[in-house]
Nanobody, 122 residues
Framework: QVQLVESGGGSVQAGGSLRLSCTAS????????MGWYRQAPGNQRALVAI???????NYADYVKGRLTISRDTAKNTVYLQMNSLKPEDTDVYYC????????????????WGQGTQVTVSS
């Protein structure tokens, strides 16, 4: 199986910055896209940003240049640099990795991290 470990969440004031990290380990034959989602209690999980294995990023519309996703392919790690944070960015952020875990199993599978809390105060 594949495990994702996230770090970097915390509490900041509006206008501040945080950098989230997520590292995948375990049975990884091939790593495809990695990304970040957010979820508030009672809400559906929503895309924040995703990056392909070729390094092409895609962002939710509201990001507007404040957040930057990147990855270190050799380390199976994805980052989310969060700048100019706003109170509405407050949520639990989840890491996603789309992984082909075996040469015997061609269909990849989505794995999720445990979530990291981001709290932005005004």
């Amino acid at each position: 199986q594949v495990q994702l470990v996230e770090s970097g969440g915390g509490s900041v004031q509006a206008g501040g910055s945080l950098r989230l990290s997520c590292t995948a380990s375990g049975s990884i034959f091939a790593m495809n896209a990695m990304g970040w989602y957010r979820q508030a209690p009672g809400n559906q999980r929503a895309l924040v940003a995703i990056i392909t294995n070729g390094g092409s990023p895609n962002y939710a519309d509201y990001v507007k240049g404040r957040l930057t996703i990147s990855r270190d392919t050799a380390k199976n790690t994805v980052y989310l640099q969060m700048n100019s944070l706003k109170p509405e960015d407050t949520d639990v952020y989840y890491c996603l990795a789309n992984v082909r875990y075996s040469i015997l199993v061609p269909r990849p599978k989505d794995y999720w991290g445990q979530g990291t809390q981001v709290t932005v105060s005004s």
